[in-house]
Each structure stands twice: as C-alpha cells, then as structure tokens.
C-alpha cells in the first residue's frame, strides 16, 4: 500500500510560481507510474500531468504543457509539480495519486490506485 501526502500549496498572483510536492510511503516506490490531478470547485477531477516509474516518459494535458513540469526522485519517494506562469484558471485542489498500470494510461481518475487529500492553489487575478 502507499501513501501520499501532498504540500506546497497556497495563493499566488497570476503569472506567479509555486511548486508541489508529494511524499510517497511504502514499499517499492519506483514500481508505481506517479501523476497528479486537479479538481476546481463545481467540476470533475481532472488529470494534469504524470510520470513514468523511472521517471523517463512525461504526460501532460494540453492546458498545462509549456508551464508545470512533473518530476520524481525515487531515491526519496517524492514527486514534485513545478508550476510557473500560473493563471486564475489554474485554481484547485491539486491530488498526487500513483498507479502500478503505466503512465501512458493515467488520462482517467479511474486507472488511480491510491490518493493523497490535496493541497489547494489559489491564483489570483
């Protein structure tokens, strides 16, 4: 089983920075495909970016490719979200979730196995 506890969250002016972070327990870490999600108030969880187990292969959805960059360090259980030029749209609640399926597949909250509670980000205009 894993764990996952996500930190960094907070408000930020649009055009602003703020980097996520998420600390993994449990056992073999680098055998999960590691993504993050976001879910605004009133809409669906939605996928945002993902990470292959050794950290070679990177998914983004459209809207955040160009500014969030997903990365892991498996020697530390951690994966990170950096966000730059950050846009009120940008505003949820971010979940670190992980998944023993490929990377490739983690378009859908459904392919998840485990999840964090969130951190929220607020961007302000």
């Known amino acids: 089983q894993v764990q996952l506890i996500e930190s960094g969250g907070g408000l930020v002016q649009a055009g602003g920075s703020l980097r996520l972070s998420c600390a993994a327990s449990g056992r073999a870490f680098s055998s999960y495909a590691m993504g993050w999600f976001r879910q605004a108030p009133g809409k669906e969880r939605e996928f945002v970016a993902a990470?292959?187990?050794?950290?070679?292969?990177?998914y983004y959805t459209n809207s955040v490719k160009g500014r969030f960059t997903i990365s892991r360090d498996n020697a530390k259980n951690m994966v990170y979200l950096q966000m730059i030029s950050l846009k009120p749209d940008d505003t949820a609640v971010y979940y670190c979730?992980?998944?023993?399926?490929?990377?490739?597949?983690?378009?859908?909250?459904?392919?998840?196995?485990?999840w964090g509670k969130g951190t929220l980000v607020t961007v302000s205009s």
């Open positions: 990470i292959s187990w050794g950290g070679g292969n990177t």
């Open positions: 979730a992980a998944t023993v399926r490929p990377a490739a597949t983690m378009t859908s909250v459904s392919v998840m196995d485990y």
